[in-house]
């Protein structure tokens, strides 16, 4: 995403949901653009125009995005950017 100026950080744990949610024992790995549409790309691209990094990282079990500004500057529906780059 470097031609945009954005950043992705993708934290190991929630890599591992991601991986853990998109795969069925029936299906296989079928499903797994659905979950990553629902769980990462969505919330990405709401707050595409606000934010300059997107953390993906794991809290309670679930895959959250966080938002962070370049500058370092948390945004106000965003608890921490402790790891994304500043």
Do not use: H
């Amino acid at each position: 995403m470097r031609r945009t100026g954005k950043e992705l950080v993708v934290k190991p744990n929630a890599l591992e949901l991601v991986v853990a949610g998109g795969y069925s024992q029936k299906y296989g790995a079928r499903f797994l653009k659905r979950f990553i549409d629902k769980e990462i790309r969505t919330p990405i691209s709401k707050a595409w125009q606000e934010s300059n990094v997107f953390m993906v990282m794991a809290e309670n079990n679930k895959v959250v995005v966080k938002e962070c500004r370049n500058d370092g500057v948390k945004n106000e529906n965003e608890n921490s950017c402790k790891g994304a780059p500043a």
